[in-house]
Structure formats: structure tokens, C-alpha cells
């Protein structure tokens, strides 16, 4: 689980509560500069998972389940759809467990198919691909404090992640820029699946504890 880093690293990210700030700011506001220094520290698979991935991914899956708790579920064309309170916390510790899963996976296809697009791997480098990119969508999830029109923004930091990921591969992966395209391609169809099994379990998760309420 371990990379080796091109050209001479500069010191690891700072992880403190105001350095992830600084660098969650950075990556939404100035996104070329950011994946600039991102290419250029020294970091560790482990170190991001701790620093980074377990307190951000944190936030949808927690947001979520205290707007479901806190409106009593939410309401979609005038239906009223109220989740058990097992099936709603089944919910977030199932989506934040694949969460944390679906990075390292992506990570893993990222590094694995460098090659093919003209690429040099390095799983470390990867993984902060994969790590990185998903701040935006994570960030966003703050919204689903409010359950309905919480969703809009969600998504759109979701769209934002992908922004992200698209300038992130061909700088830290070195893939020919003719390619990058095809690359970001094979990943995203990647993250869709992933995103679909993480979908499909933690319904399965929300309708364990009791039955859900459709009024």
C-alpha cells in the first residue's frame, strides 16, 4: 500500500483542522494549484485514509441521517417517505463502511490502468487521486442536513468531484493528455458501479429495523 513518489517530495499535507480547511478551500476554489502541491507532497495511503477520507467522508453519511431523523424522512411530488430510526442510522454506517471501501477500490483501477493511457503508476499517487477528488461531493454533503432540497446541492458537489478527478489523473498519474479523456472515462464508469452497489446495499440497510413509511 505504498507508492514510489516521482522526483524529490516535498513534506506530508497538513491534516490539522486548519490545514484540511486551507486545502478543502484550495481544492474548490483554485483546483489546478491544489493538484500542483497534492502532486508534489510526500503522503502515505494510511496517512490520507486518517487525515483526510475517514473525517470527510464522515459528513454525508451523518448529515443525512440527521436531516431524515430530525424532518421525520422527506418528501418527493407530495410523497411523504420516513425511513425507520435502525433503518436510517443501518443507512449511514452502511453508506460511510463502503465509502471508506470504494476509495481504496478506485484507487486501485486508477493506478492499475495508468499504463494503458500513456500513465506511470504509483498506487500512492492514485489513492490520493481517488482520495482528493471526492472532497467536493463529500463537502456537499453538509446540505443533506435538509433531506429535500438538500439533494440539489449534493449532486451538484458530487458534478464538482468529477471536475476533480478529470484534472487530477492526467497531473499525478502522468497520463498523456491525448487520453485523458478515455481515462476519466473507465474510472467514472468505475465510480458509477461502485456507486451503485453502495446504493443498492444501504437500501437494503434502510429497511432493516422496521417498515418504511410512504404517506
Known amino acids: ?60 453519511a451523518v448529515c443525512r441521517a440527521v436531516g431524515l431523523l430530525s424532518f421525520r424522512g422527506f418528501e418527493i411530488f407530495g410523497v411523504r417517505y420516513q425511513p ?23 484507487a486501485l483501477v486508477i493506478d492499475q490502468f495508468a499504463l494503458q493511457f500513456g500513465g506511470e503508476r504509483s498506487r500512492t499517487q492514485a489513492f490520493k487521486v481517488a482520495a482528493y477528488s ?9 446540505f443533506m442536513l ?6 440539489l446541492f449534493a449532486l451538484l458537489g458530487a458534478l464538482y468531484s468529477l471536475y476533480l478527478l478529470y484534472l487530477g489523473l492526467p497531473k499525478l498519474m502522468r497520463s498523456s493528455p491525448a487520453f485523458t479523456l478515455n481515462y476519466f472515462a473507465l474510472t467514472l464508469v468505475s465510480a458509477i458501479l461502485m456507486a451503485v452497489v453502495i446504493g443498492a ?12 413509511h410512504i404517506y
Do not use: K, Q
Not at 85 to 102: C, E, H
Not at 134 to 142: K, L, R, S, Y
Not at 201 to 212: D, K, N, Q, R
Open 146 to 151: 435538509l433531506p429535500t432540497a438538500g439533494g
Open 201 to 212: 446495499v444501504t437500501s437494503c440497510a434502510t429497511s432493516f429495523g422496521g417498515p418504511i
Open 84 to 106: 425507520s430510526f435502525i433503518g436510517t442510522i443501518g443507512d449511514a454506517v452502511a453508506t460511510y463502511a463502503l465509502t471508506l471501501v470504494s476509495v481504496y477500490l478506485l
Open 1 to 60: 500500500m505504498s507508492g514510489v513518489e516521482p522526483g524529490t517530495p516535498e513534506p506530508g499535507p497538513d491534516l490539522s483542522v486548519h490545514g484540511m480547511i486551507a486545502r478543502v478551500l484550495n481544492l474548490l476554489l483554485h483546483p489546478h494549484e491544489a493538484w500542483d502541491a497534492i502532486d508534489a507532497e510526500s503522503s502515505t495511503i494510511e496517512g490520507l485514509y486518517r487525515g483526510w477520507v475517514l473525517p470527510l467522508a464522515a459528513i454525508p
Open 134 to 142: 471526492g472532497t467536493a461531493a463529500w463537502v456537499a454533503g453538509i
